[in-house]
């Protein structure tokens, strides 16, 4: 039996993860990276969501929302990542694709306004409020609290669709701090739509990931 290639194996894996039927899973889904002009989203979120993007292992209606205080474009973004995206020459038109579902805003993490305009901003991208929303805290733990405030307060998806809150950074930098935290979040969001996590301590695990499959 010849070895499967390469987008044979994705193929695969994109069945276990939506099944055969791909119309079932084709409601739109909004991934927003708050702290979009930081290292952590330069570096590893816009180059991972591009690698499972050119490898058909995202969903088909996928649209991706930069935020950030600083003062940039998709395009800026786009310059920013590209040396640790490792774009082929065939792929160019697929990179193409995947920063056309891109947009970005800039605003305060500590002022509601801001959000309020992100919210709008959602709102007209298509599925609109009902899409499932993705919220990727890349940001440091200081504004954590006025962040998901914001976001519990003036951004969460209506009706059909689901909201997810990731936290990327050190949850707290104590035991009673981690505590305070859960506890602040757990009066904002249930707990299966928080998700906490730190990419140095399941680098192992991740990069385990297909041979436990």
Known sequence: MEPLTRSEV??????????????????????IILGASGDLAKKKIYPTLWWLFKDGLLPEDIY???FARSDLTVEKIKAACLPHMKVTEEELDSLS????????????????????????HLSFLPGGETANRLFYLALPPTVYHHVS???????????????????EKPFGHDLQSSQELSAHLSN??????????????GKEMVQNLMVLR
């Open 10 to 31: 994705f193929g695969e894996l994109r069945k276990e993860l939506y099944g055969d039927k791909q119309s079932s899973h084709s409601s739109t889904h909004t991934f």
């Open 64 to 66: 991706i929302v930069g």
């Open 97 to 120: 694709a995947f920063f056309k579902r891109n947009s970005y805003l800039s605003g305060r993490y500590d002022v509601g306004s801001s959000f309020e305009r992100l919210n709008s």
């Open 149 to 167: 405030t914001n976001i519990r307060n003036h951004c969460m998806s209506c009706n059909r669709g689901w909201n997810r809150v990731i936290f």
């Open 188 to 201: 904002l969001f249930k707990e299966d739509q928080i998700y906490r996590i730190d990419h140095y301590l």
